[in-house]
């Protein structure tokens, strides 16, 4: 029997290839003899590097950046394709998870690290980038991004605008003259795995605003500089992009690497499947494994275990789910050929024992769904 065990990660307790490798031992003691094939998978948020450096037989390059705040931060990213492709989480420099929750104020946070890394991948001769969004700490557009691209963003007064949100309601001329001459170059695409556009009731600020620390009074601000600096980037660049969808992720960086870069925007799991080689491992197994950390209603959309399934539907593919908790919505699942979802997770365990102990949940689940299976 060829099981095919594939889950993204479990947020903040296991990565994808912890997940991958407790499944694998729970399996291994129920089917002994089964025939198991371990692939870490990603959507374009937390895991991606990880996902496609291990597939691609990648390196990982450890560069010391700016985090959110300006500080030092020493960020993971990867190389594939013999070098020539370069793999960057923007959470790795610019992630929320890299403050304390007081720190957290998209007023001050930058991109300005996530630019940093890019211009690393420039310098080691890259031809194509892959930006990884999902999980940052920010909503500046992308203007610290750019910032260290060569971008200048200046004041009424002609002086550069300091970095983060606040930035946004500054800016009065943007002089794209110095942005690095190797981006044009360079093939930039963006995976992520929510569409929202740049502005509006369901842009970059509004939505992303309160889960970054934004009050109400803030979030309203930063609506009316993202305004701002959208019609600024039509008059600077002749491109109009603040309904294109996608350009909200990441407090809208992608808007930033799209205008500024050309960078094509992606489904971050498509994109990541076919460096994988998903469907084609999937049509050649016999059982496929997938999970993440929750599971509710928003897996449904863009998330790694849906894209999972449907590719699985295709080729007519039992499925097993398994999470660290099932919300609201999970039983969608069900609609889209998935034979089980698994909680790992007793419902009346302490959340922080819980994440603690999430890799000797996983196994044993994955040993009791096995015996009973099969």
Known sequence: MKILIAPAPFKDSLSAREAAEALARGFCQSIPGADLIVLPVADGGEGTVEALVHAGKGKFINSRVCDPLGRPVVARWGLIDGGSTAV?????????????????????????????????????????????????????????????????????????????????????????????????????????????????KEGAARVYGPQKGASKSMVEKLEKGMIRYAELIRITTGKDISGISGTGAAGGLAAGLTAFLGASLESGFELISHYLQLEEKIRECDLVVTGEGRVDASSLHGKAPAGIAGMARKFNKPVLVFAGSLGKGAEGFYEMGVQSLIQVTPPSFALEKALAEAAGFLEKAAKETATELF
């Open 88 to 200: 960057v989480e923007m959470a790795a420099a610019s992630g929320l998870e890299l403050l304390e929750p007081a720190e957290r104020n998209p007023w001050y946070t930058s991109t300005y690290g996530t630019g940093e890394l890019i211009r690393e991948a420039l310098d080691r001769g890259c031809r194509e980038i892959i930006v990884g969004m999902g999980g940052s700490a920010t909503v500046d557009g992308g203007t610290g991004m750019a910032m260290a691209l060569g971008i200048q963003f200046l004041d009424k007064k002609g002086m550069t605008v300091s970095r983060g949100g606040r930035a946004l309601s500054l800016i009065k001329t943007i002089d794209t003259t110095r942005l690095d001459p190797r981006v044009k170059d360079v093939r930039i695409r963006v995976a992520c795995d929510v569409q929202n556009p740049m502005t509006g």
